[in-house]
């Protein structure tokens, strides 16, 4: 088992910043990559980054390319989003989910383990 703690979440005025942290516990060393998806009312939970626990690769939506960096601390098992010129279309429920599949795929079936969520709001 793998357990999943999301936090940072909250409102921001458009063209704002908020970093999400992804503190994960339990069975990690079988874990390939962790995740973001968000997911906002009315509609299906939608891929936003992922890492590659051991060497760091990285993967994004095109959506929110050169806008959301995804990082990782390997040593607090923490996976970080940071988001900048946050847009009101970026409000959700931001989940962050574990994956043991290889290659990194982006699709939330391919996730074993997830989190609670955290909510991001960005008003106009």
């Known amino acids: 088992q793998v357990q999943l703690v999301e936090s940072g979440g909250g409102l921001v005025q458009a063209g704002g910043s908020l970093r999400l942290s992804c503190a994960a516990s339990?069975?990690?060393?079988?874990?390939?990559?962790i995740g973001w998806f968000h997911q906002a009312p009315g509609k299906e939970r939608e891929f936003v980054a992922a890492?590659?626990?051991?060497?760091?690769?990285?993967y994004y939506a095109d959506s929110v390319k050169g806008r959301f960096t995804i990082s990782r601390n390997n040593y607090k098992n923490t996976v970080y989003l940071q988001m900048n010129s946050l847009k009101p279309e970026d409000t959700a429920v931001y989940y962050c989910?574990?994956?043991?599949?290889?290659?990194?795929?982006?699709?939330?079936?391919?996730?074993?383990?997830w989190g609670q969520g955290t909510q991001v709001t960005v008003s106009s």
């Open positions: 890492i590659t626990w051991s060497s760091g690769s990285t």
């Open positions: 339990g069975r990690t060393f079988n874990t390939y990559a």
């Open positions: 989910a574990a994956s043991n599949t290889i290659p990194v795929v982006k699709t939330s079936r391919h996730y074993n383990y």
